[in-house]
């Protein structure tokens, strides 16, 4: 043919260069070429090939699958998943569920929180989970190769010359072993026995000549001289002889002796005879190879032999029973796999391992041990009457402990009640008789068991847990003793250094007398506080000791005077001003383990480890307030119901209704009714020494003030379920505090004397009244005065009420809920009181649960994330009672938006654990409601329609995952709990979920296309999700189906996309392809006409025709894809070629495919690869090995493109006639195995076949066109296909990259080592004789890719590569010779 015209080809050069931008870096020009060849040449886009019927054909070729050997590589196993319930783990004895609390509760919420927290985990356990990742993931992965056996190379003998041989052996033994054994004497003289064994040291080594010893030493030092050696050379066998010794074996020499071994165990024992077999057969081997060569040297040992037989079996009798037998032996035990040598499947990658999902639990911020040791005032003696006993505080003291934070400004604990007295301090009040524990909850008998009321009487441990750790946070102190009078009064004692004996029995006496007669009223007395943390990881300052004890101010005593106190902590000027009290308090603060015993938490409920011992303290948890914001935020798992109530401040000095109202208590009550003989309920915790749990409780008293303040903090067990009658009543008393007894004796002595009544209704529009409450305060206390109302006008409704101070809302009062079953927030109280209303909305009025759906988008983030599973379990439910499309829209955008919130704290791991272990589908009632796949399909179509709202839809796209996933769950729970897993899969679903299946495939694809450059997080996340749902329908859905929503999503893609789309489309495939039953999908088996075929007959396909993609339609779209990709730009193939080489290293590390015939069935399913590199072949033809670029596609050569032959893109010219003249018997030869295939013709293909890869972008023979090759298509292995592989005429012509070339021969390689002889010797027939020589051209690419170049080529290297790297330009290297 003669030379094209030079003119056009530089002329449309010109015009392909103007085309360009102005390129900076070598990737830039890169891109741009690619472009403006895109631009200049149409891609066709390769026709979709229908998948085929699997459902059907599986039944249809049903008895040849059955009579296969190898029916588990075309049968998915029957029990391939099943749904499991596990059982809830607490950290409880027993539940935290209260006894009645179930039949007690009547809200939807509470209901339906309870069912929450005493349900147990749904599973759905796939058994092939752990074969459905990367290769990386497999389970018992064989276990990663330390070393492999170290081989001498003549390249490197003149690098170790200097080396002295004993050493080299021990290097460079491919086969080492050392250990101690029994060595027993083997002399027809002595008969051995038991005593005849003497222990020694074996050291197995390879000498330099190959051969191995087996050296024996008294002690480890093999340095030594070896006290003797055996010659495996001469050994004939390894057999076990366990007649004199157990774990004995015997090496039988050539000159009939034989030495005896033995082992300390069996393992030893078999590891020795496996080693030593081994060693045997590498010798025997070389001997084979030794006569097949001719060059045998028969020497002294071998003339011995008897010439008779084949020689082999005279040679070692032990192991030559057959000499392919011991080969293929040989093969499979130590050869490694292939796969093991490759770089890419040593390095460690988790980027694809998923996260692993852990089930809802309890979880807790730095927790404290607080341990109360003492509190010791310098007044002191001895309070017995006797005067006989300890000296000790003359008065009780009682101290009060809890935290607060001065950086955010709020008390971040409830208060721990420590009572430090000596017992015979305690003498001196009142007893009050203590009460089981059976208060606001009702507890179980065995619980009463458990929980002895004298352990819990006097608690001096407590554990404090903090969310937000940092050095602004004090835990304070508080103290209080029984009421006497003032503050200043009754400190003044305890503020004098001088002798205090008199002193203290002054002290003492008026405390006796307070004791008896005000012992239940307490009085401020002083506080203290010390820091917690070092720093803000939550080092605890063990160091830190309490301040001195300041004297209470009373004016000073809310929280939030605390708090100013503390802000001037470390200001020692401030602290220096304020009074001193002299004394002691030593409180010590420690870390929690992990195993901590003995504990309750701030419910009372034991610990698992606990033990029931009265005798041992019980430690108490101390409920934290967790600030509400969503990041600090748990979902909750444990039942807590408790109020806590805190009085503030009572304005008196204007009442004109009592004469004495001065030393004011406060007795707060829990009512369930207002009747007049009504009893508050006992639900109140107690104080340390007193019950557990009480019906009222007092405030802390200050003496002669009109407008007290107060500090406490009622902690109060609510009943489960609340109704409008429950209130707090708070009763106010003037106490007496003058004990004068002058002279009028008859007048009884009236302690208290009550001065108004206060009430507080619990719910208000249903919910818990928790902000700060303003209340009048009424003279009397008529019945029924709930129902008080005041009308307007001076009327009123209910009974009358005598008001103070003309009804002005004197009390100040705040409240505090802890709760895991009332809501504060009113837009999820009316979304579920409106469900109820409406059981669940399948009466709801469609516009009318749209509003209260719309509503739950302004819940509050925290309260969202606390309710979480009892949230989405409610919008599920709602999902499948919808009547109305408008309802199933609005629900499902809900659950967008909650979604969405989570992701956004980074709180993504409990929806995870909610999908994996809360979500459970409802039982489906045909009749009734739908279920949740097809409702939330349905609906997910309509939020992705272009129509409607981009950010909904946007968002869907980005947390897509969370959907399909639960559209997993629920076909999965579907199928077993309705028993329709024995149907056939056309079966199991409705032909409206398989629409709606499709619809949402169809709409979110081209989204995913569409939106990669505006919104590429969501687009990748939606990607990826799309695929995890269909390789998971494969276990559940037809099959056949599954393929074709495969095909739907690869339509949208095209050659020629961004490289983006390129990336998205292999991940989906890779993902997919990870399926763990990825073999039965391809269905590795026969598809011939007429009868049942064996695979002997077989008619195998060595290219891609459209038959092999209908039937093995996975494997076939992966090779057409990776056909395609390879046309690309380098990105681009990288990305393909990985996943394919990736995919053939999991087959060939499948411990359920690992037997040859196995693999070899696994190989027919890539035979078409050899078709698609030999299309490839001149741009894998690069002999070089340089880790330097010689590929044009990726170096600065591209900077010389405006060569005449410089265009990538040119149609494949192949050499085809002028190579048939020089194929003589040679190559056939070279075949079938008889001669060498390095003889006369070698050169002769290689000089026209021009392998040298540092040309042009294309490689052609000194400028020679050679003639397309056409003459041998009639007879090739493409007759069925039209246009190659990929159904495009234009093929790149362009150099491979050096690692596309290695990644792409080890595939090669895989399939060549892994396919069976005859498929092998069927290609050789059938193939043409140009595709034979390409074959053998990519065979012998691989020798010179794949050779050592000895160790001073690679220390070289590395050195060139060290210094060249700063240099190349990041676009343009190639990578690294491994």
């Given at each position: 043919?003669s030379?094209?015209?030079l003119?056009?080809?530089?002329?449309?050069?010109?015009k392909?260069?103007?085309?360009?931008?102005?390129?900076g870096?070598?990737?830039?020009l890169?891109?741009?070429?690619?472009?403006?060849?895109?631009?200049?040449v149409?891609?066709?886009?390769?026709?979709?090939i229908?998948?085929?019927d699997?459902?059907?054909?599986?039944?249809?070729?049903?008895?040849?699958?059955?009579?296969d050997?190898?029916r588990?590589?075309?049968?998915?196993?029957?029990?391939?998943?099943?749904?499991?319930?596990?059982?809830?783990q607490?950290?409880?004895?027993?539940?935290?569920?209260?006894?009645?609390?179930q039949?007690?509760?009547?809200s939807?919420?509470?209901?339906?929180?309870?069912?929450?927290?005493?349900?147990?985990?749904?599973?759905v356990n796939?058994?092939?989970?752990?074969?459905s990742?990367?290769?990386?993931?497999?389970?018992?992965?064989?276990?990663?190769?330390?070393?492999?056996?170290?081989?001498?190379?003549e390249?490197?003998?003149?690098?170790?010359?200097?080396?002295?041989?004993?050493?080299?052996?021990?290097q460079?033994?491919?086969?080492?072993?050392?250990?101690?054994?029994?060595?027993?004497?083997?002399?027809?003289?002595?008969?051995?026995t038991?005593r005849?064994?003497?222990?020694?040291?074996?050291?197995l080594i390879?000498?330099?000549?190959?051969?191995?010893?087996?050296?024996?030493?008294?002690?480890?030092?093999?340095?030594?001289?070896?006290?003797g050696?055996?010659?495996?050379?001469?050994?004939?066998g390894?057999?076990?002889n366990?007649?004199?010794?157990?774990?004995?074996?015997?090496?039988k020499m050539?000159?009939?002796?034989?030495?005896?071994?033995?082992?300390?165990?069996e393992?030893?024992?078999?590891?020795?005879?496996?080693?030593?077999?081994?060693?045997?057969?590498?010798?025997?081997?070389?001997?084979?190879?030794?006569?097949?060569?001719?060059?045998?040297?028969?020497d002294?040992?071998?003339?011995?032999?008897e010439g008779?037989?084949?020689?082999?079996d005279?040679?070692?009798?032990?192991?030559?029973?057959?000499?392919?037998?011991?080969?293929?032996k040989?093969?499979?035990?130590?050869?490694?796999?292939?796969?093991?040598?490759?770089?890419?499947?040593?390095?460690?990658?988790?980027?694809?391992?998923?996260?692993?999902?852990?089930?809802?639990e309890?979880?807790?911020?730095?927790?404290?041990?607080?341990?109360?040791?003492?509190?010791?005032?310098?007044?002191?003696?001895?309070?017995?009457?006797?005067?006989?006993?300890?000296?000790?505080?003359?008065?009780?003291?009682?101290?009060?402990?809890?935290?607060?934070?001065?950086?955010?400004?709020?008390?971040?604990?409830?208060?721990?009640?420590?009572?430090?007295?000596?017992?015979?301090?305690?003498?001196?009040?009142?007893?009050?008789?203590?009460?089981?524990v059976?208060?606001?909850?009702?507890?179980?008998?065995?619980?009463?068991?458990?929980?002895?009321e004298?352990?819990?009487q006097?608690?001096?441990?407590?554990?404090?847990?903090?969310?937000?750790?940092?050095?602004?946070?004090?835990?304070?102190?508080?103290?209080?003793?029984?009421?006497?009078?003032?503050?200043?009064?009754?400190?003044?004692?305890y503020?004098?250094?001088?002798?205090?004996?008199?002193?203290?029995?002054?002290v003492?006496?008026?405390?006796?007398?307070?004791?008896?007669?005000?012992?239940?009223?307490?009085m401020?007395?002083?506080?203290?506080?010390?820091?917690?943390?070092?720093?803000?990881?939550?080092?605890?300052?063990?160091n830190?000791?309490?301040?001195?004890?300041?004297?209470?101010?009373?004016?000073?005593?809310?929280?939030?005077?605390?708090?100013?106190?503390?802000?001037?902590?470390?200001?020692?000027?401030?602290?220096?001003?304020?009074?001193?009290?002299?004394?002691?308090?030593?409180?010590?603060?420690?870390?929690?383990?992990s195993?901590f015993?003995?504990?309750?938490?701030?419910?009372?409920?034991?610990?698992?480890?606990?033990?029931t011992?009265?005798?041992?303290?019980?430690?108490?948890?101390?409920?934290?307030?967790v600030?509400?914001?969503?990041?600090?935020?748990q979902?909750?798992?444990i039942?807590?119901?408790?109020?806590?109530?805190y009085?503030?401040?009572?304005?008196?000095?204007?009442?004109?209704?009592?004469?004495?109202?001065?030393?004011?208590?406060?007795?707060?009550?829990f009512?369930d009714?207002?009747?007049?003989d009504?009893?508050?309920?006992?639900?109140?915790?107690g104080?340390?020494?007193?019950?557990?749990?009480?019906?009222?409780?007092?405030?802390?008293?200050?003496h002669h003030?009109?407008?007290p303040?107060?500090?406490?903090?009622i902690?109060?067990?609510?009943?489960?379920?609340?109704?409008?009658?429950?209130?707090?009543?708070?009763?106010?008393?003037?106490?007496?505090?003058?004990?004068?007894?002058?002279?009028?004796?008859?007048?009884?002595?009236?302690?208290?004397?009550q001065?108004?009544?206060?009430?507080?209704?619990?719910?208000?529009?249903?919910?818990?009244?928790t902000?700060?409450?303003h209340?009048?305060?009424?003279?009397?206390?008529?019945?029924?005065?709930?129902?008080?109302q005041?009308?307007?006008?001076?009327?009123?409704?209910?009974?009358?009420?005598k008001?103070?101070d003309g009804?002005?809302p004197?009390?100040?009062?705040?409240?505090?809920?802890?709760s895991?079953?009332?809501?504060?927030?009113?837009?999820?109280?009316?979304?579920?009181?409106?469900?109820?209303?409406?059981?669940?909305?399948?009466?709801?009025?469609g516009?009318?649960?749209?509003?209260?759906?719309?509503?739950?988008h302004?819940?509050?983030?925290?309260?969202?994330?606390?309710?979480?599973?009892?949230?989405?379990?409610?919008?599920?439910?709602?999902?499948?009672?919808?009547?109305?499309?408008?309802?199933?829209?609005?629900?499902?955008?809900?659950?967008?938006?909650?979604?969405?919130?989570?992701?956004?704290?980074?709180?993504e791991?409990?929806?995870?654990?909610?999908?994996k272990?809360a979500y459970?589908?409802?039982?489906?009632?045909?009749?009734?409601?739908?279920t949740?796949?097809?409702?939330?399909?349905?609906?997910?179509?309509?939020?992705l329609?272009?129509?409607?709202?981009?950010?909904t839809?946007n968002k869907?796209l980005?947390?897509?995952?969370?959907?399909?996933?639960?559209?997993?769950?629920?076909?999965?729970?579907?199928?077993?709990?309705?028993?329709?897993?024995?149907?056939?899969r056309?079966?199991?679903?409705?032909?409206?979920?398989?629409?709606?299946?499709?619809?949402?495939?169809n709409?979110?694809?081209?989204h995913i296309?569409?939106?990669?450059?505006?919104?590429?997080?969501?687009?990748?996340?939606?990607?990826?999700?799309?695929?995890?749902?269909?390789?998971?329908?494969?276990?559940?859905?037809?099959?056949?189906?599954?393929?074709?929503?495969?095909?739907?999503?690869?339509?949208?893609?095209?050659?020629?996309?961004?490289?983006?789309?390129?990336e998205y489309?292999?991940?989906?495939?890779?993902?997919?392809?990870?399926?763990e039953?990825?073999?039965?999908?391809?269905?590795?088996?026969?598809f011939?006409?007429?009868?049942i075929?064996?695979?002997?007959?077989?008619q195998?396909?060595?290219?891609?025709?459209?038959?092999?993609?209908?039937?093995?339609?996975?494997?076939?779209?992966?090779?057409?894809?990776?056909?395609?990709a390879?046309?690309?730009?380098?990105?681009?193939?990288?990305i393909?070629?990985?996943?394919?080489?990736?995919?053939?290293?999991?087959?060939?590390?499948d411990?359920?495919?690992?037997?040859?015939?196995?693999?070899?069935?696994?190989?027919?399913?890539?035979?078409?690869?050899?078709?698609?590199?030999?299309?490839?072949?001149?741009?894998?033809?690069?002999?070089?090995?340089s880790?330097?670029?010689?590929?044009?596609?990726?170096?600065?050569?591209?900077?010389?493109?405006?060569?005449?032959?410089?265009?990538p893109?040119?149609?494949?010219?192949?050499?085809?006639?002028?190579?048939?003249?020089?194929l003589?018997?040679?190559?056939?030869?070279?075949?079938?195995?008889?001669?060498?295939?390095?003889?006369?013709?070698?050169?002769?293909?290689?000089?026209?076949?021009?392998?040298?890869?540092?040309?042009?972008?294309?490689?052609?023979?000194?400028?020679?066109?050679?003639?397309?090759?056409?003459?041998?298509?009639?007879?090739?292995?493409?007759?069925?296909?039209?246009?190659?592989?990929?159904?495009?005429?234009?093929?790149?012509?362009?150099?491979l990259?050096?690692?596309?070339?290695?990644?792409?021969?080890?595939?090669?390689?895989?399939?060549?080592?892994?396919?069976?002889?005859?498929?092998?010797?069927?290609?050789?027939?059938k193939?043409?004789t140009?595709?034979?020589?390409?074959?053998?051209?990519?065979?012998?690419?691989?020798?010179?890719?794949?050779?050592?170049?000895?160790?001073?080529?690679?220390?070289?290297?590395?050195?060139?590569?060290?210094?060249?790297?700063?240099?190349?330009?990041?676009?343009g290297?190639?990578?690294?010779?491994?």
């Open positions: 043919m030379q094209p015209p003119l056009s080809a530089s002329a449309e050069t010109r392909f260069t103007r085309a360009l931008s102005k390129p870096t070598a990737a830039e890169r891109q741009s070429v690619s472009e403006v060849v895109r631009g200049s149409l891609l066709a886009k390769p026709k979709l229908e998948p085929l699997y459902e059907n054909v599986i039944v249809q070729k049903k008895t040849q699958i059955l009579n050997g190898l588990e590589m075309l049968l998915f196993p029957y029990d391939d998943f099943q749904t499991a319930t596990l059982r809830r607490g950290r409880y004895m027993c539940s935290t569920v209260p006894a009645d609390a039949e007690e509760a009547q939807l919420f509470v209901t339906e929180c309870i069912k929450t927290y005493n349900s147990d985990w749904h599973l796939y058994k092939y989970e752990d074969y990742g990367e290769f990386r993931q497999l389970p018992n992965k064989v276990a990663k190769l330390d070393k492999l056996p170290v081989h001498v190379y390249v490197d003998e003149e690098v170790d010359k200097d080396e002295d041989a004993a050493s080299l052996g021990s460079k033994g491919g086969i080492t072993k050392h250990g101690w054994l029994y060595k027993g004497n083997m002399n027809s003289a002595i008969s051995v038991m005849s064994f003497k222990r020694r040291f074996f050291h390879q000498l330099g000549d190959g051969s191995y010893n087996l050296n024996f030493y008294k002690d480890e030092k093999i340095s030594k001289e070896p006290k050696s055996i010659f495996l050379d001469s050994c004939m390894v057999v076990q366990n007649k004199v010794r157990r774990f004995a074996f015997e090496l050539q000159d009939k002796s034989s030495y005896l071994l033995a082992a300390d165990s393992v030893e024992m078999e590891e020795w005879i496996t080693t030593l077999n081994k060693i045997l057969q590498l010798n025997f081997e070389a001997a084979m190879q030794e006569k097949r060569n001719g060059d045998s040297h028969e002294d040992e071998q003339s011995k032999l008779s037989g084949s020689g082999l005279s040679y070692l009798p032990e192991l030559a029973k057959s000499t392919r037998e011991a080969e293929i040989l093969k499979s035990e130590s050869r490694v796999k292939l796969f093991y040598l490759d770089p890419d499947a040593q390095k460690l990658d988790f980027t694809s391992a998923e996260p692993e999902v852990k089930p809802f309890e979880k807790f911020g730095k927790r404290i041990l607080v341990k109360c040791n003492d509190l010791s005032f310098n007044l002191q003696c001895c309070v017995a009457e006797n005067e006989e006993g300890p000296t000790t505080n003359v008065e009780p003291f009682f101290v009060t402990l809890s935290l607060f934070d001065i950086k955010y400004n709020r008390k971040i604990s409830a208060d721990f009640h420590v009572d430090l007295n000596h017992f015979s301090v305690r003498q001196m009040l009142a007893t009050t008789s203590p009460a089981l059976n208060g606001g909850r009702k507890s179980s008998p065995a619980l009463q068991d458990i929980l002895h004298a352990a819990m006097y608690p001096k441990q407590g554990i404090f847990s903090v969310t937000c750790p940092h050095p602004d946070i004090f835990l304070v102190a508080r103290i209080e003793k029984v009421l006497q009078g003032s503050i200043t009064h009754g400190a003044e004692p503020m004098k250094s001088s002798d205090s004996s008199k002193v203290a029995q002054k003492l006496k008026n405390a006796k007398q307070a004791c008896q007669r005000l012992g239940q009223y307490r401020p007395f002083a506080w203290a506080a010390r820091t917690l943390f070092k720093d803000a990881s939550g080092n605890l300052d063990k830190a000791r309490f301040s001195a004890l300041y004297r209470q101010d009373s004016n000073k005593l809310s929280n939030d005077d605390m708090l100013k106190l503390l802000a001037d902590f470390r200001k020692p000027e401030k602290m220096a001003k304020l009074p001193v009290i002299l004394g002691n308090l030593d409180i010590t603060i420690d870390n929690v383990s195993d015993p003995n504990y309750v938490n701030s419910s009372y409920i034991p610990m698992k480890q606990f033990e011992c009265s005798k041992t303290p019980i430690t108490f948890e101390v409920e934290e307030f600030p509400c914001i969503p990041k600090h935020t979902p909750y798992t039942y807590n119901n408790h109020l806590y109530v009085p503030k401040y009572l304005k008196y000095d204007s009442q004109k209704s009592f004469a004495k109202a001065r030393n004011i208590a406060i007795c707060i009550e009512k009714s207002d009747e007049e009504s009893q508050p309920l006992k639900c109140i915790y104080r340390p020494g007193g019950p557990v749990f009480t019906r009222s409780a007092f405030a802390a008293v200050l003030h009109q407008n303040e107060f500090y406490d903090e902690k109060i067990e609510l009943p489960t379920q609340l109704h409008e009658k429950h209130h707090l009543l708070f009763t106010f008393f003037h106490v007496s505090c003058d004990n004068s007894s002058k002279g009028s004796t008859k007048k009884k002595d009236v302690v208290e004397t001065v108004g009544y206060s009430w507080l209704p619990l719910l208000k529009d249903g919910r818990v009244v902000s700060e409450q209340v009048p305060v009424a003279a009397n206390l008529p019945s029924g005065y709930l129902g008080y005041e009308l307007g006008m001076g009327r009123h409704y209910g009974p009358e009420i008001w103070v009804s002005k004197l009390l100040k009062v705040s409240t505090h809920l802890v895991t079953v009332y809501t504060q927030d009113q837009h999820l109280h009316n979304f579920f009181q409106y469900c109820q209303k409406t059981e669940s909305g399948a009466q709801a009025l516009s009318e649960l749209v509003k209260y759906l719309k509503s739950l302004a819940m509050e983030g925290h309260v969202m994330i606390a309710f979480l599973p009892t949230i989405l379990n409610q919008l599920f439910r709602v999902l499948t009672r919808a009547t109305q499309e408008e309802v199933a829209v609005n629900v499902t955008r809900v659950i967008i938006h909650v979604v969405a919130q989570c992701h956004e704290e980074g709180l791991s409990h929806l995870r654990s909610y999908v272990y459970k589908a409802e039982p489906y009632v045909a009749s009734e409601y739908k949740v796949h097809e409702e939330l399909t349905k609906a997910m179509t309509t939020i329609k272009p129509s409607a709202d981009f950010l839809s869907l980005k947390y897509s995952w969370f959907f399909f996933d639960v559209l997993i769950k629920s076909m999965a729970q579907h199928l077993i709990e309705n028993c329709k897993v024995k149907l056939l056309n079966q199991r679903f409705p032909a409206s979920y398989h629409h709606a299946v499709e619809t949402v495939v709409m979110l694809t081209p296309t569409q939106k990669f450059r505006d919104n590429p997080e969501a687009s990748k996340h939606a990607n990826h999700s799309l695929a995890v749902f269909i390789k998971r329908c494969f276990t559940f859905m037809d099959r056949g189906f599954v393929f074709k929503q495969i095909n739907n999503y690869i339509s949208c893609f095209a050659p020629g996309d961004p490289k983006t789309l390129f489309k292999f991940e989906f495939l890779r993902v997919v392809c990870n399926h039953h990825y073999i039965p999908l391809n269905l590795p088996m026969p011939g006409k007429g009868r075929q064996r695979y002997q007959d077989l195998l396909d060595y290219s891609l025709t459209d038959e092999f993609c209908r039937n093995h339609f996975l494997v076939g779209l992966l090779l057409r894809e990776v056909g395609t390879l046309q690309e730009f380098r990105e681009v193939r990288l393909a070629i990985s996943v394919l080489k990736n995919l053939l290293i999991k087959h060939s590390f411990d359920r495919y690992a037997s040859r015939s196995h693999q070899a069935r696994i190989a027919t399913l890539y035979l078409p690869l050899f078709g698609l590199l030999i299309e490839n072949v001149q741009r894998i033809n690069v002999r070089d090995v880790p330097f670029p010689v590929n044009p596609g990726s170096t600065v050569k591209e900077e010389s493109l405006p060569l005449p032959a410089a265009n893109l040119v149609t494949p010219q192949k050499p085809g006639i002028a190579l048939d003249n020089s003589h018997k040679d190559l056939f030869g070279a075949i079938s195995g008889i001669a060498s295939p390095y003889t006369t013709s070698t050169p002769n293909i290689n000089s026209v076949r021009n392998a040298d890869s540092r040309g042009s972008l294309i490689s052609t023979d000194s400028g020679n066109s050679l003639p397309e090759r056409n003459s041998e298509k009639s007879n090739s292995l493409d007759k069925h296909q039209q246009g190659g592989a990929l159904g495009n005429s234009v093929v790149r012509c362009d150099k990259d050096q690692s596309e070339i290695k990644s792409l021969l080890m595939c090669f390689l895989y399939i060549l080592k892994s396919m069976s002889d005859d498929a092998l010797f069927t290609y050789w027939n193939a043409s140009s595709e034979l020589m390409d074959f053998f051209t990519i065979s012998e690419v691989c020798l010179h890719q794949f050779q050592y170049m000895g160790k001073r080529y690679i220390a070289s290297l590395t050195k060139c590569v060290a210094l060249l790297l700063p240099a190349w330009e990041p676009g290297v190639g990578t690294h010779s491994s």
